[in-house]
């Protein structure tokens, strides 16, 4: 980021800031409107999905050979923060686009990101299959199996809590092909959603983020092309980390556009609503709440977008420096988006608490930050051992 002379602040390029306003506009005209009626019926933003392929945003991590924009991590995080301001939902068609093709990025043939990723920058999603009933945050003890079969590997197993199940059309899947040697006998895939043997379950009941299904995935003797690993066998759980690292900041852009969402709300609130014969915002204790929201939110923002530009120069430059930055961003964001849209809703008064205001969307919304993609203890846990070696 540059210095602005005139106001002392960091300030990115001006080409990040042309794409923050371009995704800013398409956000508030043809995602914002809808954002309500999406949370109230928990039904896929498909608005949001068909002006963001319209207009390339959908997946801009996906380089240019593949039929992708070739935006870095800096310019996926300024999209997901711009769709966040106005739609949680929403945010996760970028975010988990991102997250279901980045070790297929990172690992994967030449000859299979030749058949997914330009299905992606084409409109079709991806997502991430990881945790299970029984492994969440210890991804390590899987049951899903897959076994080699003359040309294929054969999957049986279940995945849970996965966003965008039974929308996307390419799943990461992570399964263990070598019982014996724990976590180096984790491999992964790429599954199609045609696949003989994979079936989607139910979609989940949740707080927050009622657009995005969430959904349980199970594998029947599901078969799939031997060629559909990603990197070599055992390499997956290696994969997985290396991805969160990549993905980790696009959860901190997401907590921070509902921060940001929650905040530009409040303020405009505060300046019409009279109590006592006067503005709310003329009271100094609502100032002082504005001030910690607005600090928070711009620290927040300089963590998550070093943390993107870092992910840039990968673990060959950025090694571990690179996985407690990611860590860091994504924990202190997340944690910022609960309080803020915590006191946007009590700035707001009774009325914040209504489903009139989109505040308290924003609370229920924020929530998952702090679960997802490493749970906030696990990225201080992350960080804790790497501050320790």
Same mark, same amino acid.
């Given at each position: 980021m540059a210095l602005n002379s005139d106001f002392d602040l960091y300030q990115l390029p001006e080409d990040y800031q042309g794409v923050r306003e371009a995704i800013r506009e398409i956000a508030e005209k043809s995602i914002a409107p809808h954002a309500a009626d999406v949370d109230e019926n928990?039904?896929? @933003?498909?608005?949001? =999905?068909?002006?963001?392929? *319209?207009?390339?945003?959908?997946?801009?991590?996906?380089? %240019?050979?593949?039929?992708? !924009?070739?935006? +870095?991590?800096?310019?996926?995080?300024?999209?997901?923060?711009? $769709?966040?301001?106005?739609?949680?939902?929403?945010?996760?068609i970028p975010a988990v686009n991102k997250l279901g093709t980045m070790g297929l990025i990172l690992k994967g043939s030449e000859e299979l990101k030749q058949q997914v990723l330009p299905d992606i920058a084409g409109g079709k999603m991806?997502?991430? !299959?990881?945790?299970?009933?029984?492994?969440?945050?210890?991804?390590?003890?899987?049951?899903?199996?897959?076994?080699?079969?003359? +040309?294929?590997? $054969? =999957?049986?197993?279940?995945?849970?809590?996965?966003?965008?199940?039974?929308?996307? /059309?390419?799943?990461?899947?992570?399964?263990?092909?070598?019982? +014996?040697?724990? !976590?180096?006998?984790?491999?992964?895939?790429?599954?199609?959603?045609?696949? *003989?043997?994979?079936?989607?379950?139910?979609? *989940?009941?949740?707080l927050g983020i009622k657009g995005s @299904?969430?959904? %349980?995935?199970?594998?029947?003797?599901?078969?799939?092309?031997?060629?559909?690993?990603?990197?070599?066998?055992?390499?997956?759980?290696k994969t997985a980390l290396e991805t969160l690292d990549h993905t980790r900041p696009t959860i901190g852009a997401q907590a921070?556009?509902?921060?940001q969402g929650a905040f530009d709300q409040t303020v405009k609130y505060v300046k019409e609503r009279e109590q006592f014969g006067r503005r709310i915002a003329d009271f100094q204790n609502t100032q002082f709440m504005l001030a910690d929201m607005k600090m928070k939110i711009d620290a927040a923002r300089l963590m998550v977008y070093t943390a993107a530009s870092n992910a840039e120069r990968g673990h060959a430059e950025g090694g571990e420096r690179l996985g407690m930055l990611a860590a860091g961003s994504k924990a202190f964001a997340s944690d910022v988006a609960m309080q803020v849209t915590t006191d946007a809703v009590q700035l707001f008064?009774? &009325?914040? &608490? /209504?489903?009139?205001?989109?505040?308290?969307?924003?609370?229920? +919304?924020?929530?998952?930050?702090?679960? &997802?993609e490493g749970t906030n203890q696990i990225c201080r846990m992350v960080m804790g051992r790497q501050i320790l070696k």
């Open positions: 928990e039904r896929f @933003p498909q608005e949001a =999905l068909d002006a963001l392929v *319209e207009t390339g945003f959908n997946a801009v991590h996906i380089p %240019e050979e593949y039929g992708g !924009a070739g935006g +870095d991590s800096v310019m996926a995080c300024i999209v997901i923060e711009e $769709v966040a301001r106005v739609c949680g939902s929403s945010s996760l991806a997502s991430y !299959a990881l945790s299970e009933r029984g492994a969440g945050s210890d991804a390590g003890s899987m049951k899903t199996r897959a076994r080699k079969d003359g +040309d294929s590997w $054969v =999957l049986n197993g279940s995945k849970c809590w996965i966003t965008n199940g039974g929308k996307s /059309t390419w799943y990461t899947v992570m399964a263990v092909t070598d019982p +014996d040697k724990g !976590a180096n006998g984790i491999s992964a895939f790429m599954v199609h959603a045609d696949d *003989e043997g994979f079936v989607v379950g139910p979609k *989940e009941k949740k @299904p969430t959904a %349980e995935l199970y594998f029947e003797d599901c078969r799939i092309p031997a060629d559909r690993i990603i990197g070599d066998e055992g390499t997956g759980f921070l556009g509902i921060a008064g009774g &009325y914040g &608490y /209504t489903r009139d205001f989109p505040v308290e969307r924003m609370m229920r +919304d924020a929530k998952i930050t702090q679960i &997802y």
